[in-house]
């Protein structure tokens, strides 16, 4: 009896979970919104040349400045550690060391209550070296616009995938990849095999696939989440982040730098490669975005373009985990098939839950755009193509 009653209430309270991990990014904020005063748009006619002052606008990276306080409070901070229910938890925190005169923020920077699998040693020899490293490193790499990681994207995500499979190193791209989004729309039709027919399939923030078999399909070749999923993972008895098993790779968008923590405790017990993605192809996407937003504002308001950051709250606008997937399969795959993207007033919101409106922190129409070049015309979106990337056939399954 006892346990009929728990097992539901260990759904909710996953649900619960999910959806406030679904909701994202709330606390990374834009990246390299500029702080200065925007350019002035042309004089109104200048079409071509309005063009060129959004590319300006959005190419315009003056770096986030909370957020590299954030990184540097981290790199700098003090570390502490107790073990609780009699050794079988760890408990760790990182604090900041307090500025003088003090400044009134928080000094707590993260927090961390985790199944005690490593010894307080290996934690400070390895997980504290490694989370310092892998925040520094991208740190440093976000802070320049480096387009060329699209062609480095073969190297970084897909070798280690091929390793891990035991395929062989081809240094080549995929010849077809899938990915699966999570609206509703995926309900409308029977795409299963379809996509499980894809070499390699891309599923988004750990969406169920267990009782959508036959419209979502069931093959999961690489997880791409984002670190507030992480986050409650990093909690459980072995990092339990694998609801396609844990076999399969994961691709992690971190959202907030303290996160890296939980990626070095997690990667020190993973069975599957556990990827973080390059801070340069946040950067690329984040500008891709940023231009779509803002030549959409402008067309739909006629207002100037400054006036877009008050519309779009900037401390959280963002691009969503399905818009870098769709440019991460752009540089590991010959040709890309994407699913599940797209909303319908027929359709549910996501297939896998109850989940109804769109939070407001993407700019989902922006990305429609960006969706609508990338079929048809994909020599015009800028950025992706300033080092001459050739951008792979893309089609969108409705
Ligand atoms: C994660 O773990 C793997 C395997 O142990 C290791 O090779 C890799 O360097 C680790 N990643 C980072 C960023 O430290
Ligand atoms: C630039 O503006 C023109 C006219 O509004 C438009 O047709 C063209 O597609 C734009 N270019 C890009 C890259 O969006
Ligand atoms: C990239 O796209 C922009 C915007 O449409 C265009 O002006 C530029 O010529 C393109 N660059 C290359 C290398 O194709």
Known sequence: MKRSLRFPFFLFLLLIALATALSCCRTLGRLGLPSDPLPMPPPLGAAASLNETIVLVSATAAGDVALERDVDDLLSSTFSSSTTSGGRYLSISLRRRPALPDDGRPL????????????????????????????????????????????????????????????PDTGRPYATCAVVGNSGILLNSDHGDLIDGHDLVIRLNNAFTQGYIRK??????????????????????????????????ILIYICQPAHFLDYAICNASH?????????????LCAR????????????????????????????????????????????????????????????????????????????????YAFYRDLVQRPQVIPFLNDTGFKVPPVVFYH
């Open 271 to 283: 069975r599957a490669p556990l990827l973080v993605t390059d801070a340069r192809l946040d950067v």
């Open 108 to 167: 707590s920077l993260a927090r961390l209550r985790f199944p005690a699998r490593l010894p307080l040693s290996a934690i400070h020899r390895r997980i504290l070296p490694e989370f310092r490293r892998a925040l520094r490193r991208w740190s440093l790499l976000r802070r320049r616009f480096q387009p060329e990681v699209m062609s480095e994207l073969l190297a970084l995500i897909k070798r280690p995938i091929d390793l891990h499979f035991g395929y």
């Open 288 to 367: 891709i975005v940023e231009f779509y937003s803002l030549k959409q504002f402008v067309k739909a308001t006629g207002r100037p373009l400054e006036e877009w950051r008050k519309a779009h709250d900037e401390r959280t606008f963002h691009y969503s985990t399905g818009m870098q997937a769709v440019v991460l399969a752009l540089g590991i795959c010959d040709r890309v098939s994407v699913f599940g993207f797209g909303k319908s007033a027929k359709a549910k919101h996501h297939y896998h839950t109850n989940q109804k409106a769109e939070l407001d922190l993407h700019d989902y129409e922006a990305e």
């Open 216 to 249: 979502v399909g069931g093959k999961t070749s690489l997880a791409f989440i984002n670190s507030n999923i992480l986050h409650l993972c990093a909690r459980r008895d072995g990092c339990f982040c694998h609801p396609y098993g844990d076999f399969v790779p």
